[in-house]
């Protein structure tokens, strides 16, 4: 098993800065790659970002990308997300997820992730 942590997340005006962390515990081994997605009131969780657990590799969804940033920090084993230029869009529930296979083209597809934090809240006002 593979347990998720976030932290981070909070209340910021349009354009502002946060930044989420997510910490894996237990068998990290396991660990292929690692996710954020988010999901706002009323609407589907969606994907924003993943990054294999190497760092090696990175995807973005249209939305965040050039304003988001996936990162692996390699002394605090752990998966940060920056987010930078914050819309009220971004309002949303935002979870860490964990995958243990690999993905090609299937990267966005929530199903294919095995493990997930509990979500952590972030607010963008206008």
């Known amino acids: 098993q593979v347990q998720l942590v976030e932290s981070g997340g909070g209340l910021v005006q349009a354009g502002g800065s946060l930044s989420l962390s997510c910490a894996p515990s237990?068998?990290?081994?396991?660990?292929?790659?690692m996710g954020w997605f988010r999901q706002a009131p009323g609407k589907e969780r969606e994907f924003v970002a993943v990054?294999?657990?190497?760092?090696?590799?990175?995807v973005y969804a249209s939305s965040v990308k050039g304003r988001f940033t996936i990162a692996r920090d390699n002394i605090r084993n752990t998966v940060r997300l920056q987010m930078n230029s914050l819309k009220p869009e971004d309002t949303a529930v935002y979870y860490c997820?964990?995958?243990?296979?690999?993905?090609?083209?299937?990267?966005?597809?929530?199903?294919?992730?095995?493990?997930w934090g509990q979500g952590t809240q972030v607010t963008v006002s206008s």
């Open positions: 237990g068998r990290t081994a396991r660990i292929y790659a």
């Open positions: 990054i294999t657990w190497s760092g090696t590799s990175t």
């Open positions: 997820a964990a995958r243990t296979t690999y993905y090609s083209d299937t990267y966005f597809r929530r199903e294919e992730y095995d493990y």
